[in-house]
Nanobody, 127 residues
Framework: QVQLVESGGGLVQAGGSLRLSCAASGRMFSNYAMGWFRQAPGKERDFVAAITWSSGSTTYGDSVKGRFTISADKAKNTVYLQINNLKPEDTAVYYC????????????????????WGQGTQVTVSS
């Protein structure tokens, strides 16, 4: 069993920044990957970014490239999502997820590749 706890969301004005955190606990393997997704009201949960634990390789959704940065602190089993130049369309609940046994042929943009999810943290951007 793995637990994921997100934090760092909030209300921010357009143009501002936030750093989301996701702390993982429980049984983790060395070749796992963690990702961030977001879900706006009435929309599907979309891929934002992911990072592989072994190599630190990152991948991003097309809509967030250049403004979002995913990083990880292995010692703390924590993944971060730095969001800069926030826009109203970034308003959503942000979820982190873990793929416990990542294989290179797997697409980290696919929700089905993840084994556990956090409860989400709300990000609201005012114009």
């Amino acid at each position: 069993q793995v637990q994921l706890v997100e934090s760092g969301g909030g209300l921010v004005q357009a143009g501002g920044s936030l750093r989301l955190s996701c702390a993982a606990s429980g049984r983790m393997f060395s070749n796992y990957a963690m990702g961030w997704f977001r879900q706006a009201p009435g929309k599907e949960r979309d891929f934002v970014a992911a990072i592989t634990w072994s190599s630190g390789s990152t991948t991003y959704g097309d809509s967030v490239k250049g403004r979002f940065t995913i990083s990880a602190d292995k010692a703390k089993n924590t993944v971060y999502l730095q969001i800069n130049n926030l826009k109203p369309e970034d308003t959503a609940v942000y979820y982190c997820a873990v793929n416990l046994n990542y294989r290179p042929y797997e697409s980290l943009a696919a929700r089905d590749e993840y084994d556990y999810w956090g409860q989400g943290t709300q990000v609201t951007v005012s114009s």
